[in-house]
């Protein structure tokens, strides 16, 4: 099994371009989401998806979109790049939501973006 | 907004010490994780300990959590440079409007000197 797999590795924008990082996973997991981790402020939600066709904002959502056509697939689109969005962004995913047993959450490897 | 803190910022402690990471939240709490992120990689699960439960172990891992002090620590016995990382407390809160999402600190950077 591949895990979590995120593409680009690295990405250089201008402000104002837009582009999509890919995130996907084979484990069949219901639960995807996207944090951006950031210098000093640790990691934070952008958005989540809890199955197919359901997703949800986080934290931090504003700027980015996403959606979920596929259980294995999560794309997060940055509609009009800023250099406030350069960042390390991580895909993660975790078999359900199930609050009251845990679940933990497996990580992609990242994604570094920079606006210029 | 950050549930988690996590203390200290930075430790630095030579291999076949023992390191204790301090973790505080601040509301009430399903269940709290802790996670390892080597440098410019994803992070990896190491354990997780239910609101129920007051210590788990694992290999050289020992995590307590004190609800009524809404704390944890995480102790890693004879550590090793391999041990070096960062180190995240993650929270799953317990409200009607979460759907499991895991707020995590910003993390105790741990670095093991040979």
């Known amino acids: 099994n591949a895990g979590v797999t995120q593409t680009p590795k690295f990405q250089v924008l201008k402000t104002g371009q837009s582009m999509t990082l890919q995130c996907a996973q084979d484990?069949?997991?219901?639960?995807m989401s996207w944090y951006r981790q950031d210098p000093g402020m640790g990691l934070r939600l952008i958005h989540y998806?809890?199955?197919?066709?359901?997703?949800d904002q986080g934290e931090v959502p504003n700027g980015y979109n996403v959606s979920r056509s596929t259980t294995e697939d999560f794309p997060l689109r940055l509609l009009s790049a800023a250099p406030s969005q350069t960042s390390v962004y991580f895909c993660?995913?975790?078999?359900?939501?199930?609050?009251?047993?845990?679940?933990?959450?497996?990580f992609g490897s990242g994604t570094q973006l920079s606006v210029l | 907004s950050q549930q988690g803190e996590e203390d200290p910022q930075a430790l630095s402690i030579q291999e076949g010490e023992n390191a204790t990471m301090n973790c505080s939240y601040k509301?009430?709490?399903?269940?709290l994780q802790w996670y390892r992120q080597n440098s410019g990689r994803g992070l990896v699960h190491l354990i997780l300990?239910?609101?129920?439960?007051r210590e788990k172990h694992s290999g050289r891992l020992r995590v307590t959590l004190d609800t009524s002090k809404k704390s944890s620590s995480l102790l890693i016995t004879a550590s090793r440079a391999a041990d070096t990382a960062s180190y995240f407390c993650?929270?799953?809160?317990?409200?009607?409007?979460?759907?499991?999402?895991?707020?995590f600190g910003k993390g105790t950077k741990l670095s093991v000197k040979p």
């Open positions: 300990i239910r609101s129920n439960e």
């Open positions: 998806s809890v199955g197919a066709g359901i997703t």
């Open positions: 993650a929270t799953d809160l317990n409200y009607g409007g979460s759907q499991g999402n895991l707020i």
């Open positions: 509301t009430s709490i399903n269940n």
């Open positions: 993660a995913s975790s078999y359900s939501t199930n609050r009251g047993v845990g679940e933990k959450l497996f």
């Open positions: 484990m069949n997991h219901e639960y």
